[in-house]
């Protein structure tokens, strides 16, 4: 015959599945909080391709070219905010590439061609410097080389592009190869909020 | 033609010449003195650039110029301040609507023509502050484009005006009605006679014989044209701080010319080689 529970087995049954809802939540935010502070960061007062300050210097493309991955989990991001929409984009064109007829420089800065424009606005269709223009970043293409961060940065530009770590990408290595070879130690781990963390 | 430096007027410092964070404007009165602004303050110096006199402003100012009665205006953000010789406040326009951030301020005869870099368009008001039209706004970008943040221009004697649009890379003349008469200019990182970046010239103003001087940014350059627009000399090098954007440029009675390094907030002073008068 089986026996009844008594007041106090259901009383310690409600303590025990407490106990285990409290520890489990301390395990899940455990396991975010050292997920947050396991996060690769590029600090922008040091990526010279970022900071103010550094100009008239050699881009730095160690980002995409010593990723474990195939394609980097750096990307260039441009703050559409920020954006000045300039008809001759220092990021977009490669402003030292010889002046064509319509007075655009010849060739594009970005050697993955991963950035597009659009004219936007009020759109002048015979004097392509009448214009503003959206830039975008392709994701795809970028690699997160650093030359259009570098291209836009004060003064030339507004620096409205930075690069920035893509964490559904990243593999969040222990020792982010990347790290390693930074010359500015600029990348670095940091307690961010990622989404879905 | 050859451009030397010959003197340095203010700095960085805290020092009663001197300026602490910003040194954005200059301009000439009459008399031939040369008013600074920045940080809250004018700042008056002789023709030594011996300081003579200092007061201070509601707001950060961002240019200033002096009327041929004296009158001392200062645009600022969303306001232009007036003052007498003394330094007193006379009064201010108020126009939050069209006064969004003023860098530049013309005069031609009853007129007074305010820059609204927020706007990206040069207003015309008459004596009194009334506002008659607006001029750079009537085109399919609804204003000047200037991704600088910073809209200068200059009248000539007959009126017309001559206003930087940077991002076209072009200076273009105005009439005070707004219609556009013509402009001159190209981009181009090579040849010294255009204009290299995403948008320059930055800053402008008119010279003795039809002359034009313009400042550059990245790298910062001072360039001279003739009348005819061809390019008489230009300084760049290491004369300005490589990170100086946005450089006023004024131009006294004997033709020198004062170039106001941002960084280092002093005003340069340039004169052609063999005489001030090219």
């Given amino acids: 015959m089986k026996k009844q529970p008594t007041r106090r087995d259901v009383l310690g049954h409600v303590v025990r599945g407490t106990g285990l809802l409290v520890l489990g939540g301390a395990a899940v935010h455990l396991v975010r909080r050292a997920n947050a502070e396991g996060a690769w960061w590029i600090d922008p007062t040091k990526c010279v391709n970022i900071r103010l300050g550094a100009t008239g210097v050699e881009v730095c493309d160690l980002c995409a070219t010593d990723c474990v991955l195939p394609l980097s989990a750096i990307r260039a991001v441009n703050e559409f905010s920020e954006c000045g929409r300039c008809c001759i984009c220092p990021a977009y064109y490669d402003v030292r590439s010889e002046v064509g007829p319509d007075g655009l420089p010849s060739r594009k800065l970005c050697p993955r061609d991963a950035i597009t424009r659009e004219a936007i606005g009020e759109v002048d269709p015979e004097d392509p410097l009448n214009n503003f223009y959206e830039y975008t970043i392709d994701e795809d293409k970028c690699n997160g080389c650093g030359a259009c961060v570098m291209g836009c940065k004060e003064p030339a530009g507004l620096g409205s592009i930075r690069l920035e770590v893509r964490y559904d990408v990243c593999l969040d290595c222990n020792r982010c190869t990347i790290a390693q070879v930074c010359p500015d130690d600029a990348i670095v781990q940091k307690a961010i909020d990622l989404p879905g963390a | ?278």
């Fill in chain 2, 1 to 278: 033609m050859d451009y030397r430096q010959t003197r340095v007027i203010s700095g960085k410092g805290t020092g009663a010449h001197q300026f602490r964070e910003s040194l954005n404007g200059i301009g000439f009165d009459p008399a031939g003195r040369l008013y600074a602004v920045g940080d809250r303050e004018v700042k008056v110096f002789d023709g030594e650039g011996t300081l003579k006199k200092r007061w201070e402003t509601q707001q950060p100012p961002y240019c200033v110029a002096v009327r041929d009665d004296g009158s001392v205006f200062v645009g600022e953000a969303g306001q232009v301040e007036m003052f007498d010789q003394s330094g007193n406040r006379v009064g201010a326009w108020e126009d939050a609507d069209r006064f969004g951030t003023v860098t530049s301020i013309g005069f031609h005869e009853d007129h007074v023509l305010i820059a609204d870099a927020a706007d990206r368009c040069i207003r015309r008001y008459d004596k009194t502050g009334k506002w008659i039209n607006d001029i750079g706004k009537d085109n399919n970008t609804k204003g000047f484009l200037i991704p600088n943040g910073y809209l200068d221009f200059s009248v000539d004697e007959t009126g017309v005006i001559h206003a930087s649009n940077s991002a076209k890379h072009r200076v273009e003349r105005y009439t005070l009605d707004g219609e556009l008469l013509g402009f001159f200019g190209h981009f181009g990182m090579v040849r010294p006679e255009n204009f290299p970046g995403c948008c320059n010239p930055t800053n402008l103003t008119l010279a003795g014989e039809g002359k034009l001087v313009v400042t550059e940014k990245a790298g910062p350059r001072m360039k001279v044209y003739d009348r005819d627009r061809k390019l008489l000399g230009f300084v760049g090098g290491d004369a300005f701080h490589a990170e100086c954007k946005n450089m006023d440029v004024a131009v006294d009675g004997q033709d020198r010319i004062y170039v106001v390094d941002t960084v280092r907030l002093s005003v340069l002073v340039f004169e052609s080689e063999g005489g001030s008068k090219p």
